[in-house]
């Protein structure tokens, strides 16, 4: 049995069972939000002077007292205990000792329910501009790539299987613009994040004069939520974060499937410097992307935490039932997770570059300009689908001789169709290709240098 007197034991004869109390600590991982937790006794406490509940006095020694409180904690030397459960009644019990009765009227009008829902909140809103910082870092190392690669022509790809050739900055741009829907979304939540839950009290409000007003400005929210009983049992906004997270993850992991696959011998298409590969305890030559693999790899927990939080919210009844305590692992895990893949897939782009010449060797392979051939065709009259069948034929007879459709000769193309003139070899081969494109959007040079004048603005900005 814990022999520490609990905040709460007022009503209770006997102390807590040692087993119950280890188990329902949460000290053991809320004590990262000391931070938003103090911020919220200040706020909270400056409110209720002007509500008349405290003296300035006291005040001033509950914010002294929390200053002092926050010190130690930055320098490691508070002591956290279990037996105080959590961060709210470890930072309240320390409070208590230290300056007395000024500490024992902070709890007026407050309870822990709303107290963690403004936590969690405050802490929320900094890590979601962090994450949006993050993205906009990997955004801006995506682009140095693209601006160092503007001239590499890759095959691209459907169903993995070769289709037309594009430049290597428009693939890349592809990246940024998944990545920036993922700071939309972020941006969004945070709208629903930045309310405040605090005064709402257990789940009632409280008969006590407080402003809620105040709190919530002081704090920076936009605005206290209007219902009590939601404030403290709402928890959409961690199950948004987290979704947002488990896309951010899924992005993360096929940009990495990619960079993976792109690393191995048989697609040849970056080299890795070394400080971002790995090598193997048995077989020297070996040089992995094992960055990329572990981003990819810890999608899993990230898509883990969603599922998680999903479930232990569902079939709760309304206000704050003790499972909203499993909700912070989940949260803070899928944080962290994310912000430091973000991190490392930026490292890894500012070290790797396009291998050219292997890329080139190849580009001769797969027949990727047998579409621009049939637009050949249609600008020489012929319907697509006649123009297609053409094609078609054109690829099967460059195939049985294993040649490229610009190795074929005039006579070759001119049996398959008599519109087909000596102009066609200004439409084959890949560089002839690339720069055909025009469309809005398009991978060919002029749509492409667009979207970079676009992002280069773009990324110059906050
Ligand atoms: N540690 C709790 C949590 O994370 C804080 C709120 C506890 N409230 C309560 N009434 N037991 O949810």
Known sequence: MSNQKKLWSGRFEKGLSGIVEQFSESISFDRRLY???ILGSKAHSNMLVEAGLMTAEERDAVHAGLAEIQSEIEAGTFEFRQDREDIHMNIEGALIERIGDPARKLHTARSRNDQIATDVRLYMREEIDALIQRIRSLQRALFDLAEKSRDVILPGYTHLQRAQPILAP??????????DRDMERLGDCRRRVNRSPLGAGALAGTTLPVNRHQTSEELGFDEPIQNSIDAVSDRDHIIELISACA??????????????????EEFGFIKMDDSVATGSSIMPQKKNPDPMELVRGKTGRVYGHLMSILTVTKGLPQAYNRDFQEDKEPLFDALDTVYACLQVTEEFARNIEFNRARIEASLGQGHLDATTLADYLVLKGLPFRSAHAVVGKLVHIAVNRSLPLDK??????????????????????????????????STGPGPVADQMAA????????
């Open 455 to 462: 992002w280069k603005s773009r990324l110059t900005g906050p």
């Open 408 to 441: 074929l000769a005039l006579s070759q193309f001119q049996a398959e169709c008599n519109l087909i003139e000596q102009d066609v070899f200004d439409f084959l081969g890949v560089k002839n290709c690339v720069r055909r494109f025009q469309s809005y959007g």
């Open 247 to 264: 896309i951010i993850s899924m992005h993360l992991s096929r940009l990495a499937e990619e960079w993976v696959l792109w690393a191995s």
């Open 170 to 179: 428009h693939h890349l741009m592809a990246y940024m613009d998944q990545l």
């Open 35 to 37: 931070r938003q937790d």
